[in-house]
Every structure is written in structure tokens, then in C-alpha cells.
């Protein structure tokens, strides 16, 4: 019988994550990921965050972002771990978290100290699985990114991003970004897959859910929901709802 559930002890590797994990059918999986981060089996630069600065205008703001992607893991041992927009939502609530906009995403790579060359590996539905994780993951690794690095690292995954057009298609995910080292992304804003679905391209970008905005602390969905200000961190104008999945009110 599958298992549909595995204890998450703080100090649970990457490794032994994947091994727990292989076998699941993928909503056990996303199970398992949103109760391993929320549990705290997160690395120790989970919990650094830069700031990027944004100007248009004469409006200027600054966000603080996490320096990678989400993990599961130690910092001697971890995997960057790929979920859906569901569980990423759903983490993004607990832990006061909001997900990044397209704009965010270019600002982001733009400001990024250690700009990686994007890793495609074979397309096919072993995108989806454990093994294609880690591969991915050793890939970019090899580029000298992980912990050791401690700088806003940007370029070796596509975002799980907010757009407005979720309102009308709620039951997609929207992907963007992987930037290419000249700074041109190669995948655009996207909403062809499953609001379920994940693959190993795909990142978990944190930014924090308040932000400066002209000086002024305010929460990033306010920031979105302005009409004067809002193109600080969106292209698509002001967006009504700031979620990356249902529900959206």
C-alpha cells in the first residue's frame, strides 16, 4: 500500500525526502511537501531574503525576496524541490508569503549577484518525478550555487507566478521566466498546464507579503490593488486578486 503521509523530523535531508517520496502518487507528494515545509524541514538560507529595489517613474518601491528558490532540506544535503501552485499557495498563506508577479520575476533576475545558465533536460512525463528533481537540481548545483554562495541567485528555474488572468482560467498554474545568461526568458507567461501540475523546471520564488512603496511600509496585495502605484511590481496593471491558485476573491 502507498504510503500517504511521511514524518518530517527537522533535520531530514533532501535525499531521504526524494527516497520517502519516489513511490507516492503526485497529490500524496505535494502532501508531503507542503508538511515538510511547513513543518520547518528547510535549510538555513530558507529563511534569507535580500532586498530588490524597483523604480518607475517617480515611484519607487523595494521588495525583499528569498535568495533561492523554496527547499526541503539541510544545508549539507538538500533538493530544491518543484510543487504546485496549489501547495504553494497554501504555504504562501501559512507562512505570510506572497508568490512573485512576471515584472517581479524580471526584477529579480536582474538584481540577482549569480546569474546561472538554465539546465532543459529531456522532455517527457519523467519530468514529473523525483529522479528529474534531483538531476536538476545536481545541475545547478555544478554551477556553484547552495548556501555556500549567500547571494541572490536567479536563472535556473521557471517561476510559479501570479497574473490576472488566472481569474479566468483558475484551474491552470502560470509559469514564466528561466532566464537565459543574455537575460531573455525562455519560458513566457504560460497557463497551459494544471493548476496541479509541477515539473522539475519549475521554482518557488518567496517574497515577503509587505514591501515599500514611496517610502511608505504596505502589504504587496494593497501595492497590487493600487491604481497609481501598482505598475511598480505588475505589467498587466492592477491585479484584483494576488493569488497563484483558486480561490481568488
Known amino acids: 500500500m502507498e504510503p500517504q503521509s511521511i514524518p518530517c523530523p527537522i533535520g531530514m535531508t533532501g535525499t531521504s525526502f526524494l527516497e520517502a517520496t519516489t513511490s507516492m502518487h503526485r497529490a500524496a507528494r505535494e502532501d508531503a511537501i507542503y508538511d515538510a515545509i511547513a513543518a520547518g524541514v528547510v535549510l538555513a538560507f530558507a529563511g534569507a531574503f535580500v532586498e530588490v529595489r524597483l523604480v518607475h517613474g517617480d515611484h519607487t518601491g523595494v521588495v525583499q525576496v528569498a535568495i533561492d528558490y523554496a527547499a526541503i532540506g539541510t544545508d549539507d544535503d538538500f533538493i530544491r524541490i518543484p510543487m504546485s501552485a496549489i501547495t504553494a499557495q497554501r504555504l504562501a498563506d501559512v507562512l505570510g508569503y506572497v508568490l512573485p508577479t512576471k515584472k517581479l520575476v524580471d526584477a529579480i533576475y536582474r538584481a540577482a549577484v549569480l546569474k546561472l545558465a538554465p539546465s532543459p533536460l529531456p522532455p517527457g512525463p519523467q519530468m514529473m518525478g ?94 497590487l490593488c493600487d491604481p497609481e502605484i501598482a505598475i511598480l511590481i505588475s505589467d498587466e496593471g492592477v491585479l484584483a486578486s494576488q493569488r497563484a491558485a483558486a480561490p481568488f476573491s
Not at 538531476?135 to 510559479?160: C, F, R, S, Y
Not at 490576472?164 to 531573455?184: F, M, N, S, T
Open 130 to 223: 523525483n529522479d528529474y528533481y534531483r538531476k536538476h537540481h545536481e545541475a545547478i548545483e555544478k554551477q556553484g550555487a547552495g548556501p555556500a554562495a549567500g547571494e541572490l541567485v536567479a536563472g535556473h528555474k521557471k517561476d510559479v507566478v501570479v497574473t490576472k488572468r488566472l481569474v479566468q482560467l483558475p484551474d491552470r498554474v502560470a509559469i514564466y521566466g528561466w532566464h537565459r545568461l543574455d537575460g531573455r526568458p525562455i519560458q513566457p507567461l504560460s497557463l497551459v498546464h494544471e493548476a496541479s501540475y509541477a515539473d522539475y523546471s519549475h521554482g518557488i520564488r518567496w517574497v515577503r507579503g509587505t514591501m515599500l512603496a514611496n517610502g511608505v511600509e504596505r502589504r504587496v496585495g494593497d501595492v
